[in-house]
């Protein structure tokens, strides 16, 4: 049988689509907060960044963040990055963890 030869990796560009007036708004509040920006071939400080060392789950493509809000409040005890090339979707995950994430810290002092 003939072998498929192997496709090759394609480079990505960030899918910056339209934000919506509340998508731009999270967008400028708390990307400063939340977000990470990783330069090309370096190491994170994943224990300095959470502030702990417990199991760390990485979603690559997160769409809009549905996903990895609800594996979030199922196991907060786990720490969670997502990957995402679509600003539109990181605007929504964004606000995603403000209302939804967020509210049900507040009561434990020194958690975010
Ligand atoms: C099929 S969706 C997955 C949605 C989400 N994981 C879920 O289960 O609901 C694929 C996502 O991957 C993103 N994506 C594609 N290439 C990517 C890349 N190189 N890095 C990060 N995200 C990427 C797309 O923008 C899209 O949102």
């Not at 977000?35 to 090309?40: F, I, K, S």
């Not at 990895?68 to 539109?88: K, N, S």
């Amino acid at each position: 049988m003939q072998k498929k030869p192997h496709r090759q990796i394609r480079s990505y560009v960030c899918r910056s689509g339209r934000k919506k007036k509340t998508q731009l708004s999270a967008w400028e509040t708390l990307w400063p907060l939340y977000g990470l920006t990783a330069p090309a071939k370096t190491c994170l400080d994943l224990e300095g960044i959470f502030g702990r060392s417990n199991d760390k789950i990485v979603e690559i493509g997160f769409g809009d963040g549905q996903s990895l809000v609800e594996m979030a409040l199922a196991a907060p005890e786990r720490d969670y990055i997502g990957i995402e090339v679509y600003r539109a979707g990181i605007a929504s995950l964004l606000s995603a963890i403000q209302k939804k994430i967020c509210p049900i810290f507040e009561w434990l002092p020194g958690m975010l």
